[in-house]
């Protein structure tokens, strides 16, 4: 029986929902973050919800902490049956203010990431005939202004899902690819932008975000269940998402617009 689960970004947010959805069905869970405090807080709800794990700081810009990760897997649970790439970073600002540091920060951690998660725990999914569930964004398929880093770090997930769901399919491995527009997180305490007027503006997406992190992981639980590839939690998202493939140029000008008034705002803080 499925039952063992690996989650990256599992101290709060999207990646702690995650964990309680499935504790709640009786999951072992192996929970990983760059936060300590926050895995202990994870673990305690896990197991308040019918589930229980254990816990593993864990950086996945290094991938021999993933390894570290996969091996604490097979020994204290004798194996993986699903693994969430979950863990990432916010990032903002138009693309001549970014730096390339920006970028190389952006993309180690949300594709490199996802990447090396994949590959570190690979050989346990393929004993397991398990699946992969990679965190991505709506930011992947419609590109806003002002955060081209992790429009492209995101973008990136999504076309590694594509390739992992045809390569993997004759080993058994299932693959999944979510992606949520904003919602209420804590990834703005990672945000990293050249104004603190761009934060404040992905601050207001956030807010007014109409589902909560605990409705997505529900969502996903079930579009998982229902061996659904590309999971679009948000309505509206769904939505854009269909008008893009049927008539991108609308939306390529709704996102110019959008620029256009980032940029009048911008200039109008810094007077």
């Excluded at 896990?46 to 254990?54: H, M, N, S, T, Y």
């Excluded at 993933?66 to 790439?85: H, P, R, S, W, Y």
């Excluded at 999971?231 to 140029?249: D, N, S």
């Amino acid at each position: 029986m499925q039952n063992r689960m690996m989650i990256t970004g599992a101290g709060s947010g999207l990646g702690r929902e995650i964990a309680l959805r499935w504790a709640r069905e009786g999951w072992q869970l192996a929970l990983s973050d760059v936060s300590e405090p926050g895995l202990q807080e994870t673990l305690k709800h896990v197991r308040e919800a019918g589930g229980d794990g254990f816990t593993q700081r864990c950086d996945v810009r290094d991938y021999s902490q993933l390894t570290a990760f996969a091996q604490a897997c097979e020994e204290k649970l004798g194996g993986i049956d699903v693994i969430v790439n979950n863990a990432g970073v916010a990032s903002g600002g138009f693309f001549a203010e970014l730096s390339l540091e920006d970028w190389d920060w952006q993309i180690a951690i949300n594709l490199m990431g996802v990447v090396k998660g994949c590959k570190a725990f690979l050989p346990l999914l393929e004993k397991s005939k398990g699946r992969i569930i990679n965190i991505a964004s709506m930011a992947a398929l419609m590109q806003g202004p002002a955060m081209s880093n992790y429009n492209v770090a995101k973008a990136g997930v999504v076309a590694l899902s594509e390739s992992l769901l045809v390569e993997l399919k004759q080993q058994e491995v299932g693959v999944h690819v979510v992606c949520p527009s904003f919602f209420q997180t804590n990834l703005l305490d990672s945000f990293r932008g050249p104004t603190p007027a761009m934060k404040a503006q992905v601050g207001k997406l956030l807010e007014s975000s109409p589902i909560t992190a605990a409705q997505i992981a529900d969502y996903i639980y079930q579009r998982v269940a229902a061996g659904e590839f590309m999971i679009l939690p948000h309505e509206q998202g769904r939505m854009a998402w269909a008008l893009k493939q049927k008539t991108p140029q609308l939306l390529y000008d709704e996102m110019t617009t959008m620029a256009d008034k980032m940029r009048a705002k911008a200039q109008a803080v810094r007077g």
